[in-house]
Antibody, heavy 122, light 114 residues
Framework: EVQLLESGGGLVQPGGSLRLSCAAS????????MSWVRQAPGKGLEWVSA????????YYADSVKGRFTISRDNSKNTLYLQMSSLRAEDTGVYSC???????????????WGLGTMVTVSS | DIVMTQSPDSLAVSLGERATINCKSS????????????LAWYQQKPGWPPKLLIY???TRDSGVPDRFSGSGSGTDFTLTISNLQAEDVALYYC??????????FGQGTRLEIK
């Protein structure tokens, strides 16, 4: 079964850092681009970042550029999101998502994890 | 960034009837070289992640009932749910994936039973 499982969320003070992980199983992880998407409480979906299958290309939303870093370890089937200089507006559920077709960045997301909650508050 | 605007924000439809959700993009998401619209629709139920319903504007994902259909091209798109069932109560989002690094979603449409 294809599955994504996020971890690493929690409560952090403004200005702090956090690293999220997304463990993938049931598919050839290294063949697929992956994204992080977040959802603030009671709000809609916001794409945060994407990474190619090889990890050689990374992309960020303007709202997180320079503060967040996406990476992956294909030997461990794991996606990461390193978050620093966190702000209250970064609060939300962070989910990883698999792009539908191998090697394709411009694609819909066919598998999503349940997400991990990040709360930025003093 | 391409702005995606859904309408209405919420709607209530009777069981067995048809629900129609619209999505408009601020610029075309039709890629001329392959004639594909880079537009997807998702369904999200409380406490669950989004589920892919439609991609390429009109192609149903595997296992999605055929009462869900997508249409449109360029900047105007529609998700139609025919013969509405109780389990269709959810939030629905459109998404453009025409531009990376700037994937964007609509604000969401809440569908309820009348």
């Amino acid at each position: 079964e294809v599955q994504l499982l996020e971890s690493g969320g929690g409560l952090v003070q403004p200005g702090g850092s956090l690293r999220l992980s997304c463990a993938a199983s049931g598919f050839t992880f290294g063949s697929y681009a992956m994204s992080w998407v977040r959802q603030a409480p009671g709000k809609g979906l916001e794409w945060v970042s994407a990474i190619s299958g090889s990890g050689g290309s990374t992309y960020y939303a303007d709202s997180v550029k320079g503060r967040f870093t996406i990476s992956r370890d294909n030997s461990k089937n794991t996606l990461y999101l390193q978050m620093s200089s966190l702000r209250a507006e970064d609060t939300g559920v962070y989910s990883c998502a698999k792009h539908r077709v191998p090697w394709e960045l411009l694609d819909a997301f066919d598998i999503w994890g349940l997400g991990t909650m990040v709360t930025v508050s003093s | 960034d391409i702005v995606m605007t859904q309408s209405p924000d919420s709607l209530a439809v009777s069981l067995g009837e048809r629900a129609t959700i619209n999505c408009k993009s601020s610029q075309s998401v039709l890629y001329s070289s392959n004639n594909k619209n880079y537009l997807a629709w998702y369904q999200q139920k409380p406490g669950w992640p989004p589920k892919l319903l439609i991609y390429w504007a009109s192609t149903r994902d595997s296992g999605v009932p055929d009462r869900f259909s997508g249409s449109g091209s360029g900047t105007d798109f529609t998700l139609t749910i025919s013969n509405l069932q109780a389990e269709d109560v959810a939030l629905y989002y459109c998404q453009q994936y025409y531009t990376t690094p700037s994937i964007t979603f609509g604000q969401g449409t809440r569908l309820e039973i009348k």
